[in-house]
Every structure is written in structure tokens, then in C-alpha cells.
């Protein structure tokens, strides 16, 4: 038996915006310079007849989520006929509940099997795994928004007895060496009054000027800082994500130098380093950590954590990586699909995981319950999300207990993607003083705001 409250899904427009990047942004062996933002309208009925509508959007970043020798148009189209594909399935679900319920059931039963026969369907390498998850979050994201709405309430005061059928043990089942039972708890046992601003990471990528002598007078002379110092000064910034090659060492010490001094001498007072998943052995990491720490102590000890050293695939590249996180900080990312994987890490030597709306809000949230009943630590990390896929990922890291605030960088590579978001959330989309504020996020749902943001949309790709 149901509750009142439950809803199910029964429509869906998807639509697909092109933003292009102002400089490039390097992602392991690839280089982003555009990206199309996936958006999507989702339309639930609840059990007495009433309906309302809920949005979810979220960058389909192809070089992230799809490493491949594959062209990149040929992974990109594949990717926006499997939105549409997902357009379909959504809209058909014939599920009811809650969103976490429906969202646990459509990615533990409806998304495997649909993710098989698409790439039954098709030519050449399959599409992975994380790529489906991203294409499938903008769904289950509005899906989150809608419920609220619907409701008249934030979709955060819903993740509780009174809305939910189910408590977490039916969703982290196989969970015996849990620390607590997950019998009778709820998301929002793991959940925290929202914060009102978060400290902001801003990301040094592989290929951003650090000094003046790596400008070479190409850069976009759009009023916006290119130059690292300039961001540091612009922004007020304390925190600062390190983009490394993870396969030249010699040039990942001396990055990671580089900026750090630029950071003491600008007062940043936190690092992270992200070796872009390309590191096989954890020799590498711990001796790079070794060296920075003998030769550099003060750069050492601003270094947070580390993030996602080792390649994506956990139960292919099961390393034990101990020895990394026994020196710092060791945060899941890439690898961390949902809580199962999570566990997985955990019990090689991982001791933090980095949370992604982009990987669905559902996922997100039961991966958040999973390690913090198991004492790991927590980030919220950042896909470059402009427009409205940074609302939900900012809520998110304003409601779990982040190592540090909440990474976001889509200021730094398409602020103008956003000028219309902007308008109604100033303190979402300009990074000031180190932080970003939330005041401006109110209202049902994730808050958008949506009928006071200006922004056309083209014609759907599908109308469900």
C-alpha cells in the first residue's frame, strides 16, 4: 500500500542546448571545447489527479564519461539518441512512489537492460556504463523537482518517513558490515539544515596559464580572467583543484609546486590534486606525495585531499591503494557509480567519495547515506554544470557534510552559458569572496525559479 503522496511519471519533452567552451578544457587524453547540455521537462500525476512538472539538465560530457579511441561525434550522437531513447522509458515508467523510489527502481531494473539494447543496436565500442547514469540523471532529476512541486515543498523536506514507503535497507540491501542498520533510516538521518554559502573550488586545468609567462596571446579578451593569480584575485578564491596528467610525473610535481606557490603567495589556503584517472600503480601518487612533502612541506600540508588517481573501472582495476590514502585523503570520483561501488573502494583502502548529481540525484543521495554510516568522507564535485544543472549540485553540497564547500568551475569556461540563470541567482553563478550563496534558491522543488529565468528553448528533440 502506497501513500498519498506517491507520484508516477507520465510525460516528458527533452530538450538539447549547444554551449561552447571560452578556453578549452583537457579531460585525460582529450580536449572539451563545446559541450550540449541535455534538458529535460518531466510531467507526474499524484494519486488524487493532480499533476505538475519538474526540469532536470545536466552537461553530456563526452570526454569524461566516455574515454575512448571512438571520434568524439560518434560518442556524442550516441549519446543524445540515448536521451531520447531515455525520453521514452521515463515518460512510460510505470512505476509510483517516491522519487528515490522510483529512481532506485528505474536504475536497478528499467536502465541496464534499455543500456543493453542500445548497444546491441549499434556498431563499434558500447556505450559505458557512467555515460548511460549521466544521460539518465537529467530524468531523475526533474523527476526530484516535480514531486516538490507537486507538493508546494524543497524536494529536500520530502527524503523522510512521511513521504517515503520504503526506509534505506531497501535500497542498500547486502549491507551486513554495516557500522548501524539502515533499518527504519531515512536520507534525511544523513542530511544537514541547508548551509547558506559554501567555500568554492575552482579548478586549475592542464591546460590554464599559471604565471604570465604561460600566456601566449591567444587567450579570449572577453573580460573575464584567464591567468591564475587573476581568478585568485577576481573571486576572493581559497580553494584550488589541480588538474595533473597522471602519466608524467616530473610534470605533475612541478604543477602541483607551481600553483601552490602561486596559492601561498595569493592566500589559498587548500589544494586538491586529480590525476585524471590515468595512474595504473600508487607508486606514482605516493611518491609524488613523498617528494612534496621533503622537498615542499607547507605546499604538503595544504593538500586536502587527492581525487581518483586509478582508472574508472573499479572491478576491472580492483588496486589496493591503502598507501595513497594512508598519506591523504583518498576520494572515489570516476569510479564511484553507486554505494555497491563505494563499498567496493572502501574496502580497498579509499576513505572519501566525491558525490555528482550528474550521476543522478537517487544515486547521489544513497551513496552519501552508505559512506557516512561508514565513517568515509564526502565532496561534491563538479561536471562544469552551467544553467540549471547548477542548482541541483549545489543544493546537494549544501545539504551533506562536505569535506570542504562544493567544486564548481562552469564561471571559469561558459559564464555567459548562464547569463540568463544568473539574473535570478547572482550568488550561484559568480563565485565571490571564495564562496557561493544560496539565498536566492527558494521556493518548491530544487527552487529554480524557473518562470523568472529568460532563457528560449529550442524545439524539443522529443515530446513524450
Known amino acids: 500500500m502506497g501513500k498519498s503522496t506517491d507520484i508516477r511519471c507520465a510525460g516528458a519533452n527533452l530538450y538539447f542546448l549547444p554551449v561552447e567552451t571560452r578556453v578549452p578544457l583537457k579531460f585525460g587524453a582529450e580536449t572539451l571545447t563545446?559541450?550540449?547540455?541535455?534538458?529535460?521537462?518531466?510531467?507526474?500525476?499524484?494519486?488524487?489527479?493532480?499533476?505538475?512538472?519538474?526540469?532536470?539538465?545536466?552537461?553530456?560530457?563526452?570526454?569524461?564519461?566516455?574515454?575512448?579511441?571512438?571520434?568524439?561525434?560518434?560518442?556524442?550522437?550516441?549519446?543524445?539518441?540515448?536521451?531520447?531513447?531515455?525520453?521514452?522509458?521515463?515518460?512510460?515508467?510505470?512505476?509510483?512512489?517516491?522519487?528515490?523510489?522510483?529512481?532506485?527502481?528505474?536504475?536497478?531494473?528499467?536502465?541496464?537492460?534499455?543500456?543493453?539494447?542500445?548497444?546491441?543496436?549499434?556498431?563499434?565500442?558500447?556505450?559505458?556504463?557512467?555515460?548511460a547514469l549521466v544521460c539518465c540523471s537529467l530524468f531523475d532529476i526533474a523527476v526530484h523537482d516535480a514531486y516538490g512541486n507537486l507538493h508546494g515543498l524543497s524536494v529536500y523536506e520530502t527524503y523522510g518517513p512521511a513521504f517515503m514507503n520504503r526506509d534505506l535497507s531497501s535500497f542498500l540491501s547486502g549491507s551486513s558490515d554495516c557500522e548501524r542498520s539502515f533499518q527504519d533510516a531515512f536520507p534525511a538521518d544523513f542530511l544537514k539544515s541547508r548551509a547558506s554559502s559554501l567555500p568554492v573550488w575552482h579548478l586549475v586545468g592542464g591546460l590554464d596559464p599559471v604565471g604570465a609567462e604561460e600566456l601566449n596571446g591567444d587567450e579570449p579578451d572577453d573580460g573575464y580572467p584567464v591567468e591564475l593569480s587573476d581568478w585568485i584575485a577576481r573571486d576572493g578564491l581559497k580553494c584550488l583543484k589541480v588538474?595533473?596528467?597522471?602519466?608524467?610525473?616530473?610534470?605533475?610535481?612541478?604543477?602541483?609546486?607551481?600553483?601552490?606557490?602561486?596559492?601561498?603567495?595569493?592566500?589559498?589556503?587548500?589544494?586538491?590534486?586529480?590525476?585524471?584517472?590515468?595512474?595504473?600503480?600508487?607508486?606514482?601518487?605516493?611518491?609524488?606525495?613523498?617528494?612534496?612533502?621533503?622537498?615542499?612541506?607547507?605546499?604538503?600540508?595544504?593538500?586536502?585531499?587527492?581525487?581518483?588517481?586509478?582508472?574508472?573501472?573499479?572491478?576491472?582495476?580492483?588496486?589496493?591503494?591503502?598507501?595513497?590514502?594512508?598519506?591523504?585523503?583518498?576520494?572515489?570520483?570516476?569510479?564511484?557509480?553507486?554505494?555497491?561501488?563505494?563499498?567496493?573502494?572502501?574496502?580497498?583502502?579509499?576513505?572519501?567519495?566525491?558525490?555528482?548529481?550528474?550521476?543522478?540525484?537517487?544515486?547521489?543521495?544513497?551513496?552519501?547515506?552508505?559512506?557516512?554510516?561508514?565513517?568515509?568522507?564526502?565532496?561534491?564535485?563538479?561536471?562544469?554544470?552551467?544553467?540549471?544543472?547548477?542548482?541541483?549540485?549545489?543544493?546537494?553540497a549544501a545539504h551533506v557534510n562536505t569535506i570542504r564547500g562544493v567544486e564548481s568551475n562552469s564561471m571559469q569556461f561558459y559564464p555567459e552559458a548562464s547569463r540568463p540563470e544568473k539574473m535570478v541567482h547572482p550568488g550561484l553563478y559568480r563565485r565571490r569572496s571564495g564562496r557561493l550563496v544560496l539565498d536566492s534558491v527558494t521556493g518548491s522543488g530544487f527552487g529554480y525559479r524557473l518562470n523568472e529565468i529568460s532563457r528560449p528553448l529550442p524545439e524539443p528533440a522529443i515530446q513524450c
Open 34 to 131: 563545446s559541450v550540449t547540455c541535455a534538458r529535460v521537462r518531466v510531467r507526474v500525476e499524484g494519486e488524487n489527479g493532480q499533476w505538475a512538472e519538474g526540469w532536470g539538465e545536466t552537461p553530456l560530457s563526452v570526454t569524461w564519461v566516455w574515454p575512448s579511441e571512438l571520434g568524439y561525434e560518434v560518442r556524442h550522437e550516441a549519446m543524445r539518441a540515448f536521451c531520447i531513447h531515455l525520453a521514452k522509458a521515463w515518460a512510460g515508467f510505470n512505476g509510483s512512489g517516491h522519487p528515490i523510489e522510483l529512481g532506485h527502481d528505474f536504475l536497478e531494473g528499467a536502465l541496464p537492460q534499455l543500456l543493453q539494447g542500445f548497444n546491441d543496436c549499434r556498431e563499434g565500442a558500447p556505450m559505458p556504463w557512467l555515460a
Open 243 to 396: 588538474k595533473l596528467r597522471g602519466n608524467d610525473a616530473d610534470w605533475d610535481f612541478a604543477r602541483l609546486v607551481k600553483v601552490g606557490e602561486v596559492a601561498m603567495a595569493e592566500g589559498v589556503d587548500s589544494l586538491s590534486a586529480d590525476f585524471n584517472c590515468m595512474v595504473t600503480d600508487p607508486l606514482y601518487v605516493t611518491e609524488t606525495l613523498d617528494r612534496l612533502e621533503s622537498e615542499y612541506p607547507l605546499i604538503h600540508r595544504m593538500l586536502v585531499y587527492v581525487e581518483q588517481p586509478f582508472p574508472y573501472d573499479l572491478e576491472e582495476h580492483p588496486i589496493e591503494v591503502s598507501g595513497v590514502s594512508s598519506r591523504k585523503p583518498l576520494f572515489l570520483d570516476e569510479s564511484a557509480h553507486d554505494w555497491k561501488l563505494v563499498r567496493m573502494g572502501r574496502e580497498l583502502g579509499w576513505t572519501g567519495v566525491a558525490l555528482k548529481t550528474c550521476k543522478t540525484q537517487t544515486g547521489a543521495l544513497l551513496s552519501c547515506c552508505w559512506a557516512e554510516a561508514h565513517g568515509m568522507s564526502l565532496m561534491v564535485q563538479d561536471l562544469t554544470n552551467p544553467m540549471l544543472a547548477q542548482i541541483p549540485h549545489v543544493l546537494l
